[in-house]
């Protein structure tokens, strides 16, 4: 099994930067790709960024530009450095891995696994 454990939420003003931080312990050597989700009050869950255990790295939408996502493999790390914060990147965000879960048929499938979410809230 895989914990994760999210740190640096805030409240941070317009403009500003805040960086999460997301550590994973236990069966870390499973763990695929790391990334972030966010959700905003009333709103669906939805992608920030992920990044392979290589380092390619995807974003959503409407961070990219402003949030660079990074991964330290050694420290079973993901990191989300975020840059002139709006008003509407308040939110829950939320650490997602994946880690591939062997069957006793000897298949793996890949599954996910969630932080507890830390907040984000960026005041105008």
């Known amino acids: 099994q895989v914990q994760l454990v999210e740190s640096g939420g805030g409240l941070v003003q317009a403009g500003g930067s805040l960086r999460l931080s997301c550590v994973a312990s236990?069966?870390?050597?499973?763990?695929?790709?790391m990334g972030w989700y966010r959700q905003a009050p009333g709103r669906q869950r939805e992608l920030v960024a992920t990044?392979?255990?290589?380092?390619?790295?995807s974003y959503g939408h409407s961070v990219k530009g402003r949030f660079t996502i990074s991964r330290d493999n050694a420290k079973n790390t993901v990191y989300l450095q975020m840059n002139s914060l709006k008003p509407e990147d308040t939110a829950v965000y939320y650490c997602?891995?994946?880690?591939?879960?062997?069957?006793?048929?000897?298949?793996?499938?890949?599954?996910?696994?969630w932080g507890q979410g830390t907040l984000v809230t960026v005041s105008s």
């Open positions: 997602h891995v994946k880690v591939f879960v062997s069957t006793t048929k000897g298949t793996r499938y890949l599954a996910p696994v």
């Open positions: 236990g069966s870390v050597d499973s763990i695929n790709t």
């Open positions: 990044i392979t255990r290589g380092g390619s790295s």
